[in-house]
């Protein structure tokens, strides 16, 4: 037997040994009806329905608009060479060992492997995905894309795109675990937008990279995806890389870094509004520094040129069809543009959340911060109830709260448990067992009923003193 499968087996019995996965407990549902509607099968989407799993709760549709293999950034939009997050974090196994990426990764490669490991590959991350998927028998639905959200009786209807067509099915909740972008857009500066789009990519963007070659590239952004870039347009070629930042100086401080610690991210939630917006809008300032090795990879290469403290630039086109960018630092030509602008918060952004862009609290619409700590990013969040849920302004408008952010929209309201790999061992259980409490509430009048017709007989005396069995 292999390493691999002597680890599935191990697995299974592990989950065995723990009383791992629950049986089947919620009353059934009509064709095309499901308890949860999970849209989102990378990190966040698997764990999720790994959770719900391990209650009982099989009920699932799982969707991811990519192709099977290429659910979240790891493998298309992501440039980074390795994951950031330290290799010991636990995430998607929620507790169980041979679930780990530890324990996936000595299987694949051996142990000395994984002791010489700094952070793993953005590869192998996608390796080990894909196989927890199989070895918890998770189904997902690939190349299926949530066009839009109705209310339904009791829930939520759904509209698919699905490679046979469109599909409606209805949910009791709907997850929305779709990472960085899922309440949003990436953030093109207004006069970077008015170019021709193929002036410029996004780090967001999905695209070959392989037309950099031989070019004069600029860099926009001084966070660790704007590093990226530079890293990647040397890799690629590029002729020279420019690369600006507002800010002087770089971020030097990661603030996750501080955050990782059981008090924070398992009770961020619990913090009064004030508390929560101080702690984001330090996060949000402090900005993302890069890591040693983005920073070296460019920093000693002749063609990379990096311009702090450039303030606010403007852009505009040249009669030879390139890039002039004229901004404190000076005035530059460049063939491309590839940013590192980071992302907005606005519902109205999201086809399939268009419904309810307009109908939700914000925490602009809730909470006003000190002038001095104005941010209208932050405002721009939804501001999300106990159960990571859309909060309607109308409260007659039930069928919004049935819809859970656990994406990039929880920031504010629960700390980093919802987007990346910090956090998600806190953030898995918390959306999970408000799931399961919501599910057993609105089904309590079966469970009820269900009781009290309950006569079972577990024990009829007996004179001759042997068991019941």
Sequence with gaps: ??????????????????????????????????????????????????????????????????????????????????????????????????????????????????????????????????????????????????????????????ELATPTGRKYVQAGHVVMATGLVGSGAAWIPPEIAALPRDMYTHSADICSDAGLAGRDVAVIGGATSAFDWSVTALERGARSVTHFARRAGFAATEGLAWMNFPGFLGHYADLPDDHRWRYMHRYFTMGIPPTQDQYNRAAFDPRFHYHAGAGASHYSLTGSGRVRIENACGTFEVDQLLLGTGYTSDLSARPELSSVAGLVKLWGDVYTPPAALGHRALAAHPYLGYDFELLPHDPAQVWISRIHMFNAAAMLSFGPVANGITGAKYGIPMLVTALARQLFQENRDHFLAAYEAFNDVHFVPRSDGKDNA
């Design 1 to 158: 037997m292999g390493a691999l499968a002597a680890l599935q087996a191990q697995v299974a019995s592990e989950l065995d040994r723990i009383e791992g996965l629950a049986c089947d407990w919620l009353p059934a549902r009509a064709p095309d009806s499901y308890d949860v509607v999970i849209c989102g099968a990378g990190l966040a989407g698997l764990g999720v329905a790994f959770g719900l799993k391990r209650r009982g709760i099989n009920n699932v549709l799982v969707i991811d608009q990519r192709p099977k293999g290429q659910e979240g950034p790891w493998v298309t939009a992501a440039r980074m060479k390795t994951l950031r997050s330290p290799k010991h974090l636990a995430s998607v196994d929620l507790g169980v060992p041979s679930l780990t990426l530890r324990a996936w990764y000595e299987a694949t490669y051996g142990t000395a492997a994984w002791d010489a490991l700094d952070k793993p590959a953005k590869e192998d991350w996608m390796r080990y995905l894909i196989w927890f998927r199989a070895v918890t028998g998770l189904h997902v639905e690939n190349d299926t894309t949530l066009v839009g959200l109705a209310p339904a009786p009791s829930g939520v209807r759904l």
